[in-house]
């Protein structure tokens, strides 16, 4: 498989190197049309939270603001200060299913994908393989099974309930093991001659030189953790994260569409910002992942 990858990537180069300048300045507008259409929904989202809601509902929609306001970021802080619950109690939960979540992820992720990884033991293969037919399968598909169990043990109205099932996705499994089966087994073996037990060489040799792939899994639970509204697990509002305060302020109708927009610019800066500061460990990290026999 590597060689049929080398051999493509070696014909690749070859027709670069023989491309026309016309071709690639084709290339270029066709790339970059398509980029600008991609941006399009992130472009409304910025401009939708300083219109006034006059502006709101016109059709066609302009691609402009012609009288921008910031009435709608003062009409969401009055509607957060109007709240039952102090808005410190709502960004206390988010942070605490985030961290927990994301620690979660990240060590049980990274512990099942090792032996996975570098170690070949009865039924490692048909686990792999479950792994990748699991991706396909999204936490709707498995939503009631996962709310019987999560009430089977009596988890329902907890913290527990949004993080457990977070810390049970195989996204994070599946990156782990394809970035660690490139870790040479020799390291590993030199490891066990100097003494070191399967624990110290997890922690000590196999994380340190993995840090791109669980650094990539933090940024894509935080993601995830940051939109997560609770809102089939958590019932009592102390327990409620920022998300869900703000989708119920949403709620009320078009009388607050300024204000939804106003909330979703606000949600979608928080991961926007941690995708553009570690894109490069994202990229990386896919593009081993995906290359694999």
Do not use: C
């Not at 302009?62 to 200060?81: C, E, I, K, M």
């Not at 060489?201 to 840090?211: A, D, E, N």
């Not at 650094?215 to 019932?235: A, C, E, P, R």
């Not at 109708?253 to 490069?280: D, S």
């Amino acid at each position: 498989m590597r060689e049929k990858i080398a051999r493509a990537w070696a014909h690749f180069k070859f027709i670069r190197r023989n491309r026309s300048l016309t071709l690639d300045i084709i290339l270029t507008i066709f790339i970059g049309f398509f980029a600008i259409f991609s941006a399009i929904p992130l472009y409304f989202s910025v401009i939708n939270a300083f219109k006034p809601i006059s502006e709101l509902f016109l059709f066609p929609p302009r691609f402009y603001v012609q009288n921008p306001t910031l009435n709608n970021f003062f009409d969401l802080s009055t509607a957060v200060g109007n709240s039952r619950i102090v808005l410190g109690r709502y960004i206390f939960n988010t942070l605490t299913i985030m961290f927990l979540g994301t620690a979660g992820t990240v060590l049980f992720g990274s512990m099942a994908a090792f032996p996975l990884a570098k170690y070949k033991f009865p039924g490692s293969k048909l686990m792999g393989h479950i792994i990748i037919y699991s991706l396909m399968f999204n936490a709707a598909a498995s939503g009631i099974v996962t709310y019987y169990m999560m009430a089977r043990f009596g988890l329902i109205n907890t913290y527990a309930a949004v993080v457990l099932p977070a810390m049970a996705g195989t996204l994070g499994l599946f990156l782990m093991r394809n970035f660690m089966a490139d870790i040479p087994m020799p390291l590993i073996e030199m490891a066990k001659i100097d003494g070191l037990n399967e624990l110290s060489i997890y922690f000590r040799l196999i994380m340190p030189l993995s840090k791109p792939a669980w650094i990539t899994l933090v940024i894509l639970s935080f993601q995830g953790l940051w939109g997560n509204t609770g809102g089939t697990w958590l019932y009592s509002e102390n327990l409620k994260p920022v998300s869900f305060m703000f989708q119920q302020i949403a709620a009320v109708g078009i009388a607050r569409a300024g204000v939804a927009g106003a909330i979703g610019l606000l949600m979608m800066i928080v991961p926007v910002t941690v995708f553009i500061i570690g894109q490069t460990r994202i990229i990386n990290t896919m593009s081993k992942a995906g290359i694999k026999e």
